[in-house]
């Protein structure tokens, strides 16, 4: 299948504008067209961004300079600009007079121009080839086309996996239907580092290196680099990378329990930073700014601050002022995209956390782009970056045996992302206002706004809700969310991401389907209909506040510690744990907050909170918490264990 590429010729002489349309038409027919491009346009500023606004298949815009634009005195400036803020994953070209013109473009405009014409060389050849040049580069997939290249080869396998290409399982009576399911390709592709051609992960000079280039182009970052073992992994090699033992880091409680993992394995000093809470929904929201703010006024001798930005909720910070703020004390930002990694490819979702500042930005690329789970991008605009000392810690944690699928994956999803994401988001924000619309009309269900979702202290924070991450508040429908899970999955075979007591979440992508939201909406509908009796809805029991830490969690979790129950013989919060030093990151799922974290004390709050759960929350997971003949264990530091940690690192 061929795609379409449209170029948009901007110019309002209308003679030049047609010859030059006429031109290069003819230049499309006769020459070898892969791409599919074919030519516009528009004669004004504000014409040829509604056009670009509403043509997702618009790739290339060639300006004229001598643009006129009545106000304007430099048209065809503005307009680049424009097509750069709105659209940075567009190629741009500018038609010029002379160099004196070329020098003035460069100075108001560099960022936004990838090439320049002569106006009067009307060399419709040379510049198809360019801009199909510009396309070819744009969605190369260098990792991809050579993983291809070897499987067609079809080299005997003598190496490693033992599976052989999948020779193994073929024709095998007991696992042959494993080999069918997966796929001759999928089995064939599976290969390790004794392949030269395909690169290595670890030290990449090839096409791994090549496919990371395109990404950090892509995306806005000064290097990228491709991750196999999720965001999870990522993130505690930027926390390795940045952090010696004993650093002092801003963190916000809500951040990925892997994040709270490198505080360990780093060994830092956290600063916890509560998050806030929406009491009625049960959702825990962003750092509020006084917070974070107040923070980094408290601590300037932090190394670094990491927030989550949007949450899993798709609640976003405002994060420009944060990182400067963060900046002029030295202080390195690390924010979590995990659930955001699409941002760039859209107006709708911008600024990203690269383009307000961020030194590192992480993106599970497989949950909201085409990447298979666990491939992810860590992106670094960082211009004091250690190389040397991140490609350490990067191989400490990485596979020498990646999984070289996932690697093209990440490829193809950065390849769809540049050429037709802002097409498909399009049509995901659409999809998801009419979702919205439809939920709402059942009369039992509702989809919560951002007045709904934002706890009372960021009223003024200038948080944002990103519209494809759907919390719909169940409450009058009669069911509880575990019914209605358990309703949509049996009856309807519909999955949705998370509940908590009173929501679910649904999230939309750029793989969500209009046929996807009419099967959604007629379930809902149908179980709006049976009209049960609205249900009081229970809550979960408010998350205490950070109490304090007696010791660096990376000295606590490495104790062996000793084991005390949760509960006393009588079924209450144990008293003997109170005032006791955890030793492990206890998390109840969701919310996927930690209650406690390595290092902390327990006091009678966090002792209620935790027992309360084990009684009225039976749905919640605990990790965290060891569990011997049915009952809750804490590992707890003991008394001489804690009097005998290095002077240097108590405090508090």
């Known amino acids: 299948m061929t795609p379409v590429s449209r170029v948009l010729v901007v110019s309002d002489d209308a003679k030049w504008q047609s010859d030059v349309l006429a031109g290069l038409g003819a230049v499309a027919v006769r020459l070898e067209n892969p791409y599919g491009l074919t030519f516009m346009g528009a004669s004004r500023l504000k014409e040829a961004m509604d056009i670009i606004r509403r043509d997702g298949d618009i790739q290339a815009v060639l300006v004229d300079k001598q643009l006129q634009e009545k106000g304007l005195n430099q048209a065809a400036v503005e307009l680049a600009n424009q097509i750069s803020h709105f659209r940075p994953e567009l190629s741009l070209y500018v038609l010029l007079m002379d160099d004196d013109e070329r020098v003035l473009v460069e100075n108001l405009a560099s960022h936004a121009v990838d090439g320049y014409f002569y106006r009067d060389e009307t060399d419709y050849n040379g510049w198809f080839r360019i801009l199909t040049a510009e396309l070819a580069e744009k969605s190369a997939t260098p990792f991809y086309d050579k993983l291809k290249q070897y499987v067609r080869m079809a080299k005997d396998s003598w190496h490693t996996p033992g599976h052989a290409g999948g020779d193994s399982l073929k024709g095998s009576p007991w696992v042959g239907d494993f080999y069918d399911f997966v796929g001759e390709n999928m089995l064939r592709a599976d290969l390790s580092v004794s392949v030269p051609m395909l690169d290595s992960l670890l030290h990449p000079t090839g096409v791994i290196a090549e496919s990371q280039k395109l990404a950090a182009k892509a995306f806005g970052a000064r290097k990228t680099y491709f991750a196999t073992n999720g965001t999870s992994t990522s993130n505690k090699v930027i926390f390795q990378t940045l952090l010696a033992p004993g650093d002092k880091l801003l963190l916000d409680r809500n951040c990925h329990k892997s994040v709270h993992h490198g505080v360990i394995l780093s060994g830092a000093l956290p600063v916890y930073l509560d998050s806030s809470i929406n009491k009625q929904y049960g959702i825990f929201g962003p750092v509020p700014k006084s917070t974070i703010f107040a923070a980094i006024e408290a601590n300037p001798d932090a190394r670094v601050l990491i927030l989550t930005s949007c949450t899993y909720d798709g609640l976003r910070y405002d994060l420009v002022p944060i990182i400067e703020a963060a900046h002029e004390k030295g202080i390195k930002v690390i924010v979590d995209e995990a659930w955001y990694g ?61 999984q070289y699928n996932l690697i093209a994956s990440l490829d193809v999803a950065r390849k769809q992302a540049v050429t037709e994401g802002y097409r498909l988001l399009d049509r995901t924000l659409k999809l998801a206002e009419e979702l919205r619309d439809k939920i709402n009309s059942t009369g039992a269900f509702r989809v919560l706004e951002l007045e709904d979702l934002l706890p009372e202290e960021m009223r003024e924070d200038d948080i944002r809700l990103d519209p494809t991450k759907l919390t719909v508040d169940i409450s009058q429908s009669g069911f509880t969310t575990d019914e209605l899970q358990h309703e949509l999955f049996e009856r309807y075979n519909i999955q949705v991401e998370k509940s908590t007591f009173s929501t679910i979440t649904l999230l939309l992508t750029m793989g969500t389907t209009r046929s996807k939201v009419s099967r959604l909406y007629d379930a809902l509908l149908r179980l709006a209909k049976e009209k049960r009796t609205p249900r009081a809805v229970g809550r979960m029991p408010e998350i205490p506040r950070f109490s304090r830490l007696a010791c660096l969690p990376r000295d ?3 104790e062996a510690g000793e084991r005390l129950p949760l509960l006393d013989d009588d079924g209450r919060p144990n008293a003997a744990l109170n005032g006791r030093v955890c030793c492990d990151q206890i998390v109840p799922y969701p919310p996927g907050i930690p209650v406690l974290v390595p290092g902390q004390v327990i006091d009678d709050s966090i002792l209620s909170y935790l027992a309360r759960l084990q009684k009225t929350q039976k749905t919640i997971e605990m990790h965290g918490l060891a569990e011997d003949g049915g009952e809750m264990y804490v590992r707890v530091l003991k008394d001489r264990e804690l009097s005998h940690l290095p002077d240097r690192l108590l405090f508090g």
């Open 342 to 402: 699409f941002a760039r490819f859209h107006p709708a979702f911008r600024p990203t956390a690269l383009e307000s500042g961020a030194d590192y930005v992480t993106q599970s690329t497989h949950k909201i782009l085409s990447a298979f789970s666990q491939a992810s991008m860590i992106h670094v605009n960082d211009p004091g970056f250690d190389e040397h000392l991140f490609r350490e810690n990067f191989n400490m944690h990485t596979s020498t045996s990646p």
């Open 556 to 558: 606590a979790f490495y």
